[in-house]
């Protein structure tokens, strides 16, 4: 009552009705943003253009959101995807600018991203110069990967006008994916003169293009070593590190004890060599322990009794560990078992290992403990004798006889 | 004059007085917003969400037989003229369509004519979408293919197909994994699979959630609750949906495993919600009624949350009022103290300085300490290891502390270890 004979009753009103609205507007727009897949604040023109919009509009836009609202914090389905695409083919350039507004892309929810891919790569078939600029414009500039559907799109409609605008107007990240694009495409168009092309367009352009050519060469003995000739002839460490890679993943199965000999190959320069084995070895000793174990034990391997141990212990580490140490004893290598004992022990003292806290953390010590035991009891006791109380009692209760000293 | 400059004056006052309230209003309702006050718990898009079927990609039943090879010829130009199959949203939708029409048998043959190719390994993304279409009819027969095409990657790769496969038939790959003659491979990750189908169920079909959790153990289920913990941290009106629905569940495990995933990730410019949560922590741990065997690790684990939320005082001093006398230190709190030690290493030790000697005292002196060893920081784990009773304890902390400090500094462990009174 008192305040509405006070002579400031309309400034209160005013007040009171301008708090509300602002505070209505922040709640409003904070559940938008937190709710699902998140929403960007309510504008002025958003809340116009969806009053303005028809019926299918609304409902193609409701249901786009439902999806990525469902998915909340994961991707869409293959079965989404599908259908989002759908609806996304038969929006008009405006249509799609228009939901793009509705995408908050800040809030790392994986559908928000698919979605946003599928509308640039949809834009760029429709109008690609207008979507390239959007695209290294605020707020999309720093979205950098948006460059990838976008020439995705572009390269395979146009490209030589794509080639023309990106080298006139691209970012550099426009430029490197219109680069690894175009080097894998053109190496495919021409399988022949395509490593030259794309050497032309780019450095990247070229790495794409050395990648497919890995794996259209990993069969046969001399179809590698005349790639590692190709690479190391060029020299670039880049291309040697992507090059290598996909060839040794490449090489069939059966091929890869015969790849191991490709090391051999006078032609390749010692320092690259190295790198190269090492990764042969990673993938061999996941597929063929034993052989693998053989070849690295050889003289002609040229492996350090370091690498072999560290194989070793891959080998155990793989849940392996009777495997591993029935092969040790039978090639005389007692002392891969005592020094895997030793240095798992010391990872977990180091590593702040607490009985009964963290079971899977050197869960299988005291099995390996055992075998050693059984081979050298001396030394295993005499070992475990100098480990800590609480190290010594959970190998000798894991142990299976219990007889540890 | 004098009366006009007043009313200017007053009017410029009131503006501003509006202005500040409008622009606070807007502030704290966001915070309030962001903390899940009046908001329904039933989040708005589930409302109405009408249909949550999809149009699923099925192999259709009428199909004419055809010259495999000239599938694959086709499947294969799509793919090397529209080489980046993932951004090629066209390219894929016209391969579903050319494998849709086709019958398990001939997928099988297309699956291995794409096996044979010198380039497999480049094509990973036909190869898959290729893959979760046959999973669709034949889940055993493509895993298996998947696996046979190399001894190192096959897994990587029928995982990857079996993923997408159960994102959209998750009822289905469920119940694959459920057999009795299920792959091996495949049995050795049944639960982890298990867990990340049941984990992406949440919104589609919860229903279906609650009936798996039935199959599995106890701790996969926590694993479940955990993430989806994670999952809705930020989202209000799915934290306190699923927060009344863990309570709700019967096993007092989800709430603590749901919370235990809310607390490691709560956002920090959510000050408000995390303090109301807190609140509701600690009623729901003193109200709800528990078996004595369960109660030390749900409340271990609450309080080894809020501990990583830096409200360790209040939590440490609730537990330490209820579990002083114990010797056992549950395994989650251990944990949440070993990163506490790692994060705060100052404000554990006086913490813990500060406590009176008792059982639950040595048990948590022992992991600070050998926390603080990881850090190399041996004096202070030494002058925590001489406060603890317990001479087991003790000697283990020792003797290990002895090992680590030899090896770094010899001659200050020498002399540590002479101080020390005889074992």
């Given at each position: 009552?008192?305040?509405?004979?006070?002579?400031?009753?309309?400034?209160?009103?005013?007040?009171?009705?301008?708090?509300?609205?602002?505070?209505?507007?922040?709640?409003?727009?904070?559940?938008?943003?937190?709710?699902?897949?998140?929403?960007?604040?309510?504008?002025?023109?958003?809340?116009?253009?969806?009053?303005?919009?028809?019926?299918?509009?609304?409902?193609?836009?409701?249901?786009?959101?439902?999806?990525?609202?469902?998915?909340?914090?994961?991707?869409?389905?293959?079965?989404?995807?599908?259908?989002?695409?759908?609806?996304?083919?038969?929006?008009?350039?405006?249509?799609?600018?228009?939901?793009?507004?509705?995408?908050?892309?800040?809030?790392?929810?994986?559908?928000?991203?698919?979605?946003?891919?599928?509308?640039?790569?949809?834009?760029?078939?429709?109008?690609?110069?207008?979507?390239?600029?959007?695209?290294?414009?605020?707020?999309?500039?720093?979205?950098?990967?948006?460059?990838?559907?976008?020439?995705?799109?572009?390269?395979?409609?146009?490209?030589?006008?794509?080639?023309?605008?990106?080298?006139?107007?691209?970012?550099?990240?426009?430029?490197?994916?219109?680069?690894?694009?175009?080097?894998?495409?053109?190496f495919y168009q021409d399988p022949e003169g395509g490593l030259e092309k794309a050497e032309a367009i780019g450095p990247e352009a070229l790495r794409a293009a050395l990648i497919v050519l890995a794996s259209k060469s990993a069969a046969t003995r001399e179809s590698r070593s005349d790639y590692?000739?190709?690479?190391?002839?060029?020299?670039?460490?880049?291309?040697?590190?992507?090059?290598?890679?996909?060839?040794?993943?490449?090489?069939?199965?059966?091929?890869?004890?015969?790849?191991?000999?490709?090391?051999?190959?006078?032609?390749?320069?010692?320092?690259?060599?190295?790198?190269?084995?090492?990764?042969?070895?990673?993938?061999?000793?996941?597929?063929?322990?034993?052989?693998?174990?053989?070849?690295?034990?050889?003289?002609?391997?040229?492996?350090?009794?370091?690498?072999?141990?560290?194989?070793?212990?891959?080998?155990?580490?793989?849940?392996?560990?009777?495997?591993?140490?029935?092969?040790?004893?039978?090639?005389?290598?007692?002392?891969?078992?005592?020094?895997?004992?030793?240095?798992?022990?010391?990872?977990?003292?180091?590593?702040?290992?607490?009985?009964?806290?963290?079971?899977?953390?050197?869960?299988?010590?005291?099995?390996?403990?055992?075998?050693?035991?059984?081979?050298?009891?001396?030394?295993?006791?005499?070992?475990?004798?100098?480990?800590?109380?609480?190290?010594?009692?959970?190998?000798?209760?894991?142990?299976?006889?219990?007889?540890?000293? | 004059?004098?009366?006009?400059?007043?009313?200017?004056?007053?009017?410029?006052?009131?503006?501003?007085?509006?202005?500040?309230?409008?622009?606070?209003?807007?502030?704290?309702?966001?915070?309030?917003?962001?903390?899940?006050?009046?908001?329904?718990?039933?989040?708005?898009?589930?409302?109405?969400?009408?249909?949550?079927?999809?149009?699923?990609?099925?192999?259709?039943?009428?199909?004419?037989?055809?010259?495999?090879?000239?599938?694959?010829?086709?499947?294969?130009?799509?793919?090397?003229?529209?080489?980046?199959?993932?951004?090629?949203?066209?390219?894929?939708?016209?391969?579903?369509?050319?494998?849709?029409?086709?019958?398990?048998?001939?997928?099988?043959?297309?699956?291995?004519?794409?096996?044979?190719?010198?380039?497999?390994?480049?094509?990973?993304?036909?190869?898959?979408?290729?893959?979760?279409?046959?999973?669709?009819?034949?889940?055993?027969?493509?895993?298996?293919?998947?696996?046979?095409?190399?001894?190192?990657?096959?897994?990587?790769?029928?995982?990857?197909?079996?993923?997408?496969?159960?994102?959209?038939?998750?009822?289905?790959?469920?119940?694959?994994?459920?057999?009795?003659?299920?792959?091996?491979?495949?049995?050795?990750?049944?639960?982890?699979?298990?867990?990340?189908?049941?984990?992406?169920?949440?919104?589609?079909?919860?229903?279906?959630?609650?009936?798996?959790?039935?199959?599995?153990?106890?701790?996969?289920?926590?694993?479940?609750?955990?993430?989806?913990?994670?999952?809705?941290?930020?989202?209000?009106?799915?934290?306190?949906?699923?927060?009344?629905?863990?309570?709700?569940?019967?096993?007092?495990?989800?709430?603590?495993?749901?919370?235990?995933?809310?607390?490691?990730?709560?956002?920090?410019?959510?000050?408000?919600?995390?303090?109301?949560?807190?609140?509701?922590?600690?009623?729901?741990?003193?109200?709800?009624?528990?078996?004595?065997?369960?109660?030390?690790?749900?409340?271990?684990?609450?309080?080894?949350?809020?501990?990583?939320?830096?409200?360790?005082?209040?939590?440490?001093?609730?537990?330490?009022?209820?579990?002083?006398?114990?010797?056992?230190?549950?395994?989650?709190?251990?944990?949440?103290?070993?990163?506490?030690?790692?994060?705060?290493?100052?404000?554990?030790?006086?913490?813990?300085?500060?406590?009176?000697?008792?059982?639950?005292?040595?048990?948590?002196?022992?992991?600070?300490?050998?926390?603080?060893?990881?850090?190399?920081?041996?004096?202070?784990?030494?002058?925590?290891?001489?406060?603890?009773?317990?001479?087991?304890?003790?000697?283990?902390?020792?003797?290990?502390?002895?090992?680590?400090?030899?090896?770094?500094?010899?001659?200050?462990?020498?002399?540590?270890?002479?101080?020390?009174?005889?074992?």
């Amino acid at each position: 009552m008192f305040l509405w004979r006070s002579p400031h009753r309309w400034y209160f009103l005013l007040a009171l009705l301008v708090g509300g609205g602002a505070g209505w507007l922040g709640w409003k727009n904070e559940v938008r943003a937190v709710s699902g897949a998140g929403a960007p604040p309510l504008k002025f023109r958003s809340a116009t253009r969806h009053l303005l919009m028809d019926r299918s509009q609304k409902d193609a836009f409701a249901r786009l959101n439902e999806l990525r609202h469902r998915a909340s914090w994961m991707d869409l389905t293959t079965a989404e995807k599908r259908e989002c695409w759908e609806i996304f083919r038969s929006f008009s350039e405006q249509q799609l600018t228009a939901y793009l507004d509705e995408l908050p892309l800040d809030n790392g929810k994986a559908a928000n991203w698919t979605l946003a891919c599928m509308v640039f790569h949809r834009w760029a078939q429709l109008a690609p110069e207008a979507a390239a600029r959007a695209s290294m414009t605020p707020p999309y500039s720093k979205h950098r990967e948006l460059a990838f559907p976008i020439i995705g799109a572009w390269f395979f409609n146009d490209q030589e006008r794509a080639a023309k605008w990106v080298n006139l107007n691209g970012s550099q990240d426009m430029k490197n994916a219109y680069e690894r694009i175009a080097g894998k495409a053109i190496f495919y168009q021409d399988p022949e003169g395509g490593l030259e092309k794309a050497e032309a367009i780019g450095p990247e352009a070229l790495r794409a293009a050395l990648i497919v050519l890995a794996s259209k060469s990993a069969a046969t003995r001399e179809s590698r070593s005349d790639y590692l000739k190709l690479l190391a002839e060029n020299g670039d460490p880049m291309h040697w590190f992507s090059g290598t890679y996909s060839l040794v993943l490449a090489a069939p199965e059966e091929e890869v004890e015969g790849l191991l000999d490709d090391v051999a190959d006078s032609r390749i320069p010692e320092d690259l060599a190295k790198e190269y084995r090492n990764r042969l070895i990673d993938r061999l000793i996941r597929i063929d322990h034993e052989r693998a174990m053989e070849w690295a034990m050889s003289g002609h391997s040229g492996v350090s009794d370091e690498k072999r141990l560290t194989m070793f212990e891959t080998w155990a580490g793989m849940e392996r560990w009777d495997e591993a140490a029935e092969w040790a004893m039978r090639s005389g290598r007692t002392d891969f078992i005592s020094a895997s004992v030793r240095r798992q022990a010391n990872a977990m003292l180091r590593n702040g290992w607490q009985i009964g806290h963290q079971p899977d953390f050197g869960a299988d010590l005291p099995a390996r403990y055992q075998t050693w035991q059984a081979q050298e009891p001396e030394a295993a006791g005499a070992w475990l004798g100098s480990m800590p109380l609480d190290m010594r009692k959970f190998v000798k209760e894991g142990s299976a006889d219990g007889h540890a000293r | 004059m004098g009366t006009r400059g007043k009313s200017v004056r007053t009017s410029i006052c009131w503006l501003l007085v509006i202005g500040a309230v409008a622009f606070s209003s807007n502030r704290s309702a966001k915070y309030l917003a962001r903390a899940g006050y009046f908001q329904s718990a039933v989040p708005g898009h589930s409302k109405t969400s009408g249909g949550n079927e999809v149009r699923s990609i099925r192999p259709s039943t009428e199909h004419e037989p055809r010259e495999i090879e000239a599938v694959l010829t086709q499947l294969l130009s799509i793919y090397r003229t529209r080489n980046e199959l993932w951004l090629s949203f066209d390219a894929q939708a016209e391969v579903d369509r050319i494998v849709a029409s086709l019958s398990p048998e001939e997928l099988a043959r297309i699956f291995q004519g794409l096996d044979a190719l010198d380039e497999t390994s480049s094509i990973d993304d036909l190869y898959l979408q290729v893959g979760a279409c046959w999973a669709a009819v034949d889940p055993t027969a493509a895993m298996n293919a998947a696996l046979g095409r190399s001894k190192d990657r096959g897994m990587y790769l029928a995982s990857r197909i079996f993923r997408q496969w159960a994102a959209d038939h998750p009822e289905n790959a469920l119940r694959w994994l459920d057999a009795p003659d299920l792959i091996p491979q495949f049995q050795k990750q049944r639960e982890q699979f298990r867990v990340e189908v049941v984990s992406g169920l949440t919104e589609a079909d919860f229903p279906l959630a609650q009936a798996t959790f039935r199959k599995m153990s106890p701790a996969d289920v926590r694993a479940v609750w955990e993430r989806w913990g994670h999952s809705y941290v930020e989202d209000p009106a799915m934290r306190e949906r699923f927060s009344s629905l863990s309570k709700e569940s019967g096993d007092p495990d989800a709430y603590a495993a749901f919370n235990k995933g809310l607390m490691k990730l709560w956002p920090e410019n959510d000050p408000l919600g995390l303090m109301g949560h807190l609140e509701d922590l600690k009623d729901h741990l003193e109200s709800v009624n528990l078996p004595p065997e369960v109660r030390p690790r749900i409340d271990a684990e609450a309080v080894g949350a809020a501990i990583l939320r830096e409200y360790n005082e209040p939590a440490l001093e609730w537990w330490m009022q209820r579990y002083s006398d114990s010797d056992v230190l549950p395994p989650p709190l251990g944990r949440a103290l070993v990163t506490w030690v790692r994060n705060k290493p100052e404000i554990s030790m006086q913490w813990l300085q500060d406590q009176p000697r008792s059982p639950q005292r040595d048990a948590m002196g022992s992991v600070i300490a050998t926390s603080l060893m990881t850090q190399q920081r041996f004096s202070q784990a030494a002058s925590i290891l001489a406060t603890i009773n317990n001479p087991e304890t003790r000697t283990a902390g020792v003797e290990r502390l002895e090992i680590l400090w030899k090896e770094k500094d010899p001659g200050a462990a020498e002399q540590w270890r002479k101080a020390l009174p005889p074992r």
